[in-house]
Structure formats: C-alpha cells, structure tokens
C-alpha cells in the first residue's frame, strides 16, 4: 500500500473497494501485518458475488466501524476498522444438552467462528478468531519446556459455530473444569467473553468490586 502525506477516511463501501481488499487480504506482504481471521477472504468474496452495492456499507459495520484510508484525491490507500469492545453481564442457562445462547451483543463481536477454553480463573474463555490466532502465535514461539505446560488449554479448546438459535454446545470436559451446571453467567472482557457459573461469579464479584480494587486498578493503569 501506498504512503500519503495526508490522507481521509471514508464511509461510504463500492464494489471496487471489496475487489481491492481482496487483493490486499491475498498479498502475504500486507497481511502479515494484520489480525484479521483467516476467513476473511471468504467473507469478501461472498460479499463480492452476493451484496448490492448499496448495503455494502452496511455489512461492513455490522460488527465494527469501517473505513476505507483515501489520499486527496480519492485514490483508496488502506482501511481502518476500529472493533468494538466486549462488555457487559449476562445471565443465563445451559440445557441437558450443554447449550447455551450466546447474548446477541456478544455475537457481534465474537463473529462466525470463535473458540471456547479453559479460563485463567474457574471459568472458560470465549476467543475471537483474530485473538485466538494472536494466541496461538505466540504459544508457537514458547520453548518446549513452557509449551508443555499449556497442553491442556488446546487439547480442550473447541471451536464453535452457532447453531439457529444463537447458541453453541460447551463440551462437558470444559463444563466441569469451570464447575457449570445450569445458571451462568456470561461476562464481556475487552478482547474476550468469559463464562462462570452463577454461584462462582457472586463470589469472584463480592471478592472483586470493592473501592480499594478499583482504585489500584486505575493506578496499574496510570490513572
């Protein structure tokens, strides 16, 4: 992609901006600069054969503000696309089968394809495809000795889909490591969903939200 002195974002999505994406999202010197999932060629092509041009726009900020990168003269450069972050508590409950919807909020943002794992903590951890690729990347780059430790969390890690309803099947090795049996709740965490059972979320919540925590949080983060 080219530099420019000065350039300006646009909005507004053509057909002629998908066809360029797809050559950039295709060119290994362009990409390996992203964190884009690796399905997103997919996508676009989909988009190309499939979608009017005028709700291009539209698809495009389904899940995240997106903007084509112009110079001056209108000539597009490069994208910025700014993703929402995960937010918010949800309650909800897993049938006899392990399913359990996925609050639609979250859906956006997790996209088509994410994985489920095991959690830091007493509960499992809900990863988009663009952060879980991040994590397994660096899980390459860790010597033997530190890898072996860390079997466990992709021996169980499962990679789900939504079914019609919205909701995806927990594994039952992964139900019984975060203790999940009928009510949980379902956190949004930046870059990640997290689910805990409610009993162990009212404690972890008790232990978590006091003012003296808060505030040496804001001061980790220099505020």
């Not at 993703?83 to 943002?109: N, V």
């Not at 709740?185 to 003296?212: C, F, H, K, Y």
């Amino acid at each position: 992609m080219k530099k420019a002195a000065s350039i300006f974002l646009r909005a507004n999505m053509t057909q002629r901006d998908v066809r360029l994406l797809l050559q950039w999202m295709e060119n290994p010197a362009v990409t390996q600069y992203l964190n884009e999932d690796s399905t997103v060629t997919t996508h676009l092509r989909q988009m190309e054969c499939s979608v009017p041009e005028p709700m291009l726009t539209y698809h495009f900020n389904r899940r995240s503000r997106f903007f084509m990168a112009c110079t001056r003269e209108g000539e597009a450069i490069g994208f910025v696309k700014l993703r929402e972050q995960m937010t918010g508590t949800y309650e909800h409950s897993i049938d006899a089968k392990g399913r359990l919807f996925i609050p639609a909020k979250l859906r956006e943002e997790l996209g088509v394809t994410f994985y489920l794992a095991m959690g830091v903590d007493a509960c499992l951890a809900i990863y988009p495809q663009s952060t879980w690729d991040r994590f397994t990347e660096k899980f390459s780059s860790l010597p033997m000795s530190q890898s072996k430790a860390m079997r466990p969390l992709f021996a169980y890690a499962a990679k789900c889909e939504l079914d019609s309803q919205g909701r995806i099947v927990i594994p039952q090795k992964l139900r019984r490591y975060a203790g999940l049996d009928k009510d949980v709740v379902i956190l949004g965490v930046n870059d990640r969903a997290e689910i805990w059972s409610a009993d162990a979320w009212q404690a972890q919540e008790e232990e978590e939200m006091t003012p003296e925590k808060m505030s040496a949080c804001m001061e980790a983060l220099g505020f």
